[in-house]
């Protein structure tokens, strides 16, 4: 162990806190993700155009297209200086940036505060985040982009090989049997009900659920995700938002149940 990770095992809130505010960082890129990927991963003519989009052009707000200014782009603090509201034209700044900004510090630091300040713990949280970022992107487009689960599934595959959060083994078991449960439950929907009941892009996070967490965590976090995604959908239906034929994005609820599941929660 090097000095800075005897430091940080010995001083719980110090490695905390630097992880809050790494995950502060990595939430203010993954704005920029959420805000640029969906135009490129629904227009293939665009596919040429990832990964540089994420570097040009530069931040500008969304109503004025002003470049936003370097001390107003810091994560979270730029939010609360400028109120919520764009330095140049006034308009309020969408809750989505200081939303995903806090959220990635708190499951950044969530994963050091859970596993300690280990190589699982950061791995962990990345996973996370990856979720965090798959997570808003379905939620608004109703797709999960290859460009982060594709990713994410080889990823793991190779974390695992070193045996840092499972064995090689059950890796690939779980994202095997997880891509193959789900598939079957896609076809046999769509053999039955002539619809797609779920998109192509669900089986593919299970897989990388899988690849990360193992077979077992997989299987919890497919049962978590199917009761939230049955709830959320009836009180939506009860609440009359949500149309007889229209389909939820699963993504949100794999994410959850990958949560929890990471988090030690099993239910099997």
Not at 119 to 128: E, K, P, R
Not at 142 to 158: A, F, M, N, R, T
Not at 229 to 244: D, E, I, K, N, T
């Amino acid at each position: 162990m090097t000095d800075l990770g005897r430091i940080l095992a010995q001083e719980p809130l110090l490695a905390t806190g630097l992880a809050f505010a790494f995950g502060l960082l990595l939430g203010s890129f993954l704005n920029v993700v959420v805000g640029r990927l969906p135009a490129v991963a629904l227009d293939p003519d665009r596919a040429a155009e990832w990964p540089g989009l994420l570097l040009r052009p530069g931040s500008r707000c969304p109503d004025c297209h002003t470049a936003i200014r370097w001390y107003h782009n810091l994560p979270l603090i730029g939010w609360l200086v400028l109120r919520g509201r764009c330095h140049d034209c006034g308009h309020a700044i969408p809750l989505r940036y200081p939303l995903l900004e806090l959220a990635g510090g708190l499951l950044m630091a969530g994963a050091i505060a859970w596993y300690g300040p280990t190589l699982a713990g950061v791995a962990i949280g990345l996973f996370l985040l990856a979720l965090l970022a798959l997570t808003a992107i379905d939620l608004e487009h109703q797709i999960l982009p290859d460009e982060i689960v594709l990713p994410l599934l080889w990823s793991g595959l190779i974390i695992n090989a070193f045996g840092v959060l499972t064995t090689p083994q059950d890796a690939i078991l779980g994202a095997a049997v997880g891509f193959l449960m789900l598939t079957g439950l896609r076809l046999g929907y769509r053999a039955l009900r002539g619809i797609d009941g779920m998109g192509q892009g669900d089986p593919k996070l299970v897989a990388a659920i899988g690849a990360w967490l193992g077979l077992q965590p997989t299987m919890t976090a497919l049962l978590i995700a199917f009761v939230a995604g049955s709830l959320v959908g009836l009180a939506l239906h009860l609440a009359g938002r949500l149309a007889q034929r229209q389909c939820l994005p699963f993504g949100p609820g794999l994410a959850l149940g990958a949560l929890a599941a990471s988090l030690g929660i099993s239910l099997f």
